[in-house]
């Protein structure tokens, strides 16, 4: 069905795909990446690596043109914590409860899949993240880990139980 025109005439936005990245969206990704995290991105690499042993773990936000969100999750093979390695969403698509739709379909995955816990880091100051992860039943209980991305880099480490 055609959207309803807003009282202005425009249309609204189209809604956002939530789908497994493909090998074909390792470039637009890297840009997103560079976008979202412009002073320390993953490298095209990075993500093509984490692709090529995680490819199911690694969900994005599509809107039929441009990829606007993304989760990059990983697994070991050991029966250890599955990590999530990166969450973001578009500056423009923030506060529409994009990232808790993502990380939500990360954890219903990690858990269908046997997971038992999962970890992440966060910047101590990035109140947005913190607040999204305590929802989602994330809790702190070690405290900021001092230099834990290296020397000045402080980092919360996050877990919860599935
Ligand atoms: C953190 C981030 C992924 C959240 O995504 P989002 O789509 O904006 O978040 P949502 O709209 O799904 O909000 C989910 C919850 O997060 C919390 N939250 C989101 N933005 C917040 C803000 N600016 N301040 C405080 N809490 C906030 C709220 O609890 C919110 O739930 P509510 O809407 O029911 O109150 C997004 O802000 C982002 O991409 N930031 C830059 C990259 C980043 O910091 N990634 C995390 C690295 S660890």
Same mark, same amino acid.
């Given at each position: 069905?055609?959207?309803?025109?807003?009282?202005?005439?425009?249309?609204?936005?189209?809604?956002?795909?939530?789908?497994?990245?493909?090998?074909?969206?390792?470039?637009?990704?890297?840009?997103?990446?560079?976008?979202?995290?412009?002073?320390?991105?993953?490298?095209?690499?990075?993500?093509?690596?984490?692709?090529?042993?995680?490819?199911?773990?690694?969900?994005?936000?599509?809107?039929?043109?441009?990829?606007?969100?993304?989760?990059? @999750?990983?697994?070991?093979?050991?029966?250890?914590?599955?990590?999530?390695?990166? %969450? /973001?969403? *578009?500056? $423009? =698509?923030?506060? +529409?409860?994009?990232?808790?739709?993502?990380?939500?379909?990360?954890?219903?995955?990690?858990?269908?899949?046997?997971?038992?816990?999962?970890?992440?880091? @966060?910047?101590?100051?990035?109140?947005?993240?913190?607040?999204?992860?305590?929802? %989602? /039943?994330? *809790?702190? $209980? =070690?405290?900021? +880990?001092?230099?834990?991305?290296?020397?000045?880099?402080?980092?919360?480490?996050?877990?919860?139980?599935?």
């Amino acid at each position: 069905m055609t959207p309803l025109p807003t009282h202005r005439g425009e249309q609204p936005p189209p809604p956002l795909h939530l789908r497994g990245v493909t090998e074909g969206d390792l470039e637009a990704l890297a840009l997103l990446e560079r976008e979202i995290f412009p002073e320390e991105p993953y490298p095209y690499f990075v993500l093509r690596q984490m692709y090529d042993l995680h490819p199911g773990h690694l969900l994005v936000l599509d809107d039929g043109t441009a990829l606007k969100g993304y989760v990059l @999750v990983a697994t070991p093979p050991d029966d250890g914590p599955s990590w999530v390695l990166g %969450l /973001g969403i *578009t500056r $423009d =698509e923030r506060g +529409r409860g994009h990232g808790r739709r993502l990380m939500r379909e990360a954890l219903r995955r990690l858990r269908a899949d046997g997971v038992r816990e999962v970890c992440l880091t @966060v910047d101590p100051a990035n109140l947005a993240a913190i607040v999204l992860y305590e929802s %989602l /039943g994330f *809790t702190a $209980d =070690e405290g900021v +880990r001092k230099d834990y991305f290296g020397p000045g880099a402080d980092r919360l480490v996050m877990r919860r139980s599935l």
